[in-house]
């Protein structure tokens, strides 16, 4: 197989994987589940899959392709900037048979083009850059419907296995990684997005780092505790966020009677002592790396514990090398729709021995949303450099919903840190002699 005819291949698999995913997702409930606003956090379920199709026709029919618009009336509609979310309900949607037909059409149009596109001569071509964008696009809109079927109330509509026990782990709770310059970021993966870009090599004092991440069992120690009523370990904006509303755990827990009890996709159940704690804000991540005498690790601390390699100096593209993820590595795609137990994966494990830093839960750094030093906006500035700034907070690693054509060991994600809703946890970290 030449190079050009295994970038089609790659891009050919990751359009269908994603297209699959959405379907299951749009498909497994009735119209009006997807038509409604089940938070005015999120866009309703018909929104998010005709502007996946909007986004691919723009990108690769109109960009790549040179082609007139097949529908420019609705650009508009699903255009992200332009109608916040709590807004797009009231928006004269395309209804969900007509959003289907469109996606479909735009779809057979693209792999069509993919068939006769080389792959070079511009940015956008490169290596079929624009074709994996697209798909990491509605990868990560298949993750934000993902939050939505959790936030959605009534029966059940999804089901997948659980992951694996997880084997007894013996190790150490913590690693310690040696100080020193690291190459952080990359200028050579080529479907990578703009904030990945590019790398640069930056310093990092010595530090120990947890090798799983924080579990729910250890957060239940942390709410009995009373972390929640104790202003000593709260930002001050946190404090005030969570007295303003009540927050007392993390989103979907209550209490029922000694127990915790979560709702998780239409089923209530235990919450799992042994699972990473998921949908949890930075500020809870921080108040409780303090209440346990940590703190959170900074976005660099967090990707040379992540992708350096002591041995060889080098960066690698995931924790356990350069290979695509694959099941017995990390819980991403879906395929899972819960973290696995803390400890699972050791064949993902870094050469310093820290497990689950890819997968399960995407975790809180310590770091503000930043361009990396020679930073340049592609394919657009809406996607990235809008959002730099203290308002956000960087979170790395992916979940159990990231697919793997959305999750590197150089992605950045990135949201206020009172977010709750999507799937976060963290894991801590303290400087060396701490």
Known sequence: ????????????????????????????????????????????????????????????????????????????????FEHPRSERPSLPLLPPAEARSYAAEVRGRVLDLLESTAFGGSRLTEAGFAFGMIAQHEQQHDETM??????????????????????????????????????????????????????????????????????????????????????????PAGWAHIRQHSLHAPLFWKRDGKQWLRRRFGVTEVVPPD??????????????????????????????????????????????????????????????????????????????????????VWEWTASDFLPYPGFVAFPYKEYSEVFFGPEYKVLRGGSFAVDAVACRGTFRNWDYPIRRQIFSGFRTACSEGV
């Open 1 to 80: 197989m030449t190079e050009t005819e295994a970038l089609r291949e790659r891009a050919l698999t990751t359009l269908i994987t994603a297209r699959d995913r959405t379907t299951l997702l749009t498909s497994c409930v009735e119209d009006p589940d997807l038509t409604a606003q089940h938070s005015p956090l999120m866009s309703p379920l018909v929104w998010d899959l005709a502007h996946i199709g909007n986004q691919e026709e723009q990108w690769l029919l109109r960009a790549v392709a040179g082609r007139e618009a097949m529908r420019p009336e609705i650009d508009g509609l699903y255009d992200a």
């Open 146 to 235: 993902l939050i939505t079927h959790q936030l959605r109330t009534g029966p059940q509509a999804l089901t997948a296995p659980d992951p694996e026990p997880a084997p007894l782990q013996t190790g150490p709770a913590e690693v310690l990684v040696p100080g020193g310059p690291f190459t952080m970021g990359t200028s050579t993966e080529p479907w990578a997005l703009d904030n990945e870009r590019p790398a640069h090599r930056r310093e990092v004092a010595a530090f120990h780092i947890d090798t799983t991440p924080v579990s729910n069992g250890a957060y239940q120690a942390f709410i009995e505790d009373g972390g929640y009523d104790n202003e000593r370990w709260w930002d």
């Open 275 to 360: 699972e990473p704690v998921v949908h949890v804000s930075w500020y809870e991540a921080d108040a409780y790396a303090r209440w346990a005498g940590r703190r959170l690790p900074t976005e660099a601390e967090w990707e040379k514990a992540a992708r350096h390699d002591p041995a060889g100096d080098r960066s690698m593209r995931y924790p356990w090398g350069d290979a695509d993820p694959a099941p017995e590595h990390a819980n991403l795609g879906q395929r899972h729709l819960r973290p696995a137990p803390v400890g699972s994966y050791p064949e993902g494990e870094s050469p310093l021995g820290v497990r689950q830093l890819i997968g399960d």
